[in-house]
């Protein structure tokens, strides 16, 4: 990591002198490694899917609903070795996968990691889906399951709340190469993902347009059964989104409404939607080292 490239932002940082981009330096930390029960079905089931949360982030949106973890506030330095052990602990309590939640600015590590436990549950890469395609290539041999958000169609709201107007292209691109890689969904006889796309988005106040458009993309790009869509609702106001008037709110019903006319009008079949009263912060975790030390 002495230039790191491992985000598009490629900020050529030397992580082992001071911190990039992402708010990290070289060393893995991580605030919480447990069973989490709120993900998609098909991610959950009944035990639970195996959640690291990582600690910094290469995208870093205004209103984002892990604020301090994203900014590296909040989290506990470990080696590569305790990252492996947590890996084994949480497919031994018989988690259904281990899900990987904003790992990019750790990939080597986490790839040497992986090499040490050789789980062998699937493994779910659960990212903000701005990466590069050279990441999710190396991250390809270990990870069965992506998980990406696409967040922005328009480039004025990603350059607005995330400093990235690239990510539309950007993000188009890693999730073409994920579903590549990854091939149609495949599911045990209980409904669990073991292998696919499962692409998410999260409706933004005053964002219609946007959320059409990702709708529009996803619809044109895959065929039936080649990934899954999970529409989202729950946007609450968090991180520094009371700095944004226009997003310091939840969604209305009309703006929701409007997307939900999208996707029924779209041939989006396969998937998930959330009910508009699923806004709140019940659902985010306590990033308080639970699995950790």
Known sequence: MKSCELCPRRCGVDRSESRGVCRMGDTVTVARAAPHYG?????????????VFFAGCPLGCVFCQNYKLSRGLEGSEISVAR????????????????????????????????????PAIPVAWNTSGYETV????????????????????LSEP??????????????????????ELAGPCEF???????????????????????????????????LPGEVLFSLMAQYTPCGSAEKYPEINRTLTEDEWNAVLDALNESGIEDGYV?????????????FDGTGVE
């Not at 990603?158 to 579903?179: C, F, G, T």
């Not at 988005?201 to 044109?220: A, F």
């Not at 009910?275 to 985010?284: N, V, Y």
Request: net charge negative; aromatic share 8%; with cysteine.
């Open 134 to 153: 050279e990441t999710v290539e190396a991250l390809a041999p270990y990870v069965s399951i992506w998980m990406p958000d696409y967040k922005y169609a």
């Open 158 to 179: 990603a350059r607005l709340y995330s400093r990235a107007p690239d990510y539309p292209a950007v993000a188009k691109a890693a999730i073409e190469k994920m579903a």
């Open 188 to 222: 045990d006889g209980n409904g669990l993902l073991l292998r696919g796309v499962l692409i998410r988005h999260l409706v933004l106040p005053g964002q219609v347009e946007n959320s059409r458009r990702v709708i529009r993309w996803v619809d044109r790009e895959f």
């Open 83 to 118: 990252l492996a052990e947590i890996f084994t602990e949480l497919e031994q309590s018989g988690v259904h996968n281990l899900n990987l939640v904003t790992g990019t600015q750790f990939v080597p590590q986490i790839i040497e990691a992986l090499e040490i436990a050789k």
């Open 39 to 51: 993900e998609e079905p098909c991610i959950s089931g009944e035990r639970g899917s195996g959640a």
């Open 274 to 286: 959330q009910e508009l009263s699923a806004a709140g912060t019940e659902q985010i975790p306590a």
